[in-house]
């Protein structure tokens, strides 16, 4: 058998000053992750439909702020007319407040998808 320099087991392959690196990243990873999404829940996006008759503010817990509804699109006899208006507003907002997000936790991870 040749003498030299075998040491047996693995030895120090990154150390475990890389393994206490690396689980300081995930911590600071973490705690960037929870500011952000604090800040995505913060959030306030605007909606509009029907040339600006219908308005909604949009928070990033997808829950409505407000909600304005012009006179002109008031019609009793045309109800699902205001409900489109409002549904369309919703979702223009609910896009925004999506990409946002996404952006903002893009810029936390990134890039790698998260399971949240």
């Known amino acids: 058998m040749a003498k030299g320099n075998f040491r047996g087991g693995?030895?120090?392959i990154g150390g475990m000053g890389g393994?206490?690196?690396?689980?300081?990243?995930?911590?600071?990873?973490?705690?960037q992750l929870e500011i952000t999404q604090q800040e995505i829940k913060e959030l306030?996006?605007?909606g509009t439909a029907g040339g600006g008759?219908?308005?909604?503010?949009?928070?990033?817990?997808?829950?409505?702020?407000?909600?304005e509804i012009g006179k002109d699109v008031i019609d009793p006899e045309d109800p699902e007319m205001l409900s489109d208006l409002v549904v369309a507003a919703f979702n223009q907002a609910s896009?925004?407040?999506?990409?946002?997000?996404?952006?903002?936790?893009?810029?936390v991870t990134g890039g790698v998808k998260m399971p949240f």
Request: net charge positive; glycine share 8%.
């Open 10 to 12: 693995m030895g120090n």
């Open 19 to 31: 393994m206490g690196n690396l689980m300081a990243q995930a911590q600071k990873m973490q705690k």
């Open 44 to 46: 306030r996006i605007e």
């Open 53 to 67: 008759q219908v308005k909604l503010v949009l928070g990033g817990d997808h829950k409505i702020y407000k909600l």
């Open 95 to 107: 896009e925004e407040l999506e990409a946002k997000s996404s952006e903002m936790m893009n810029r």
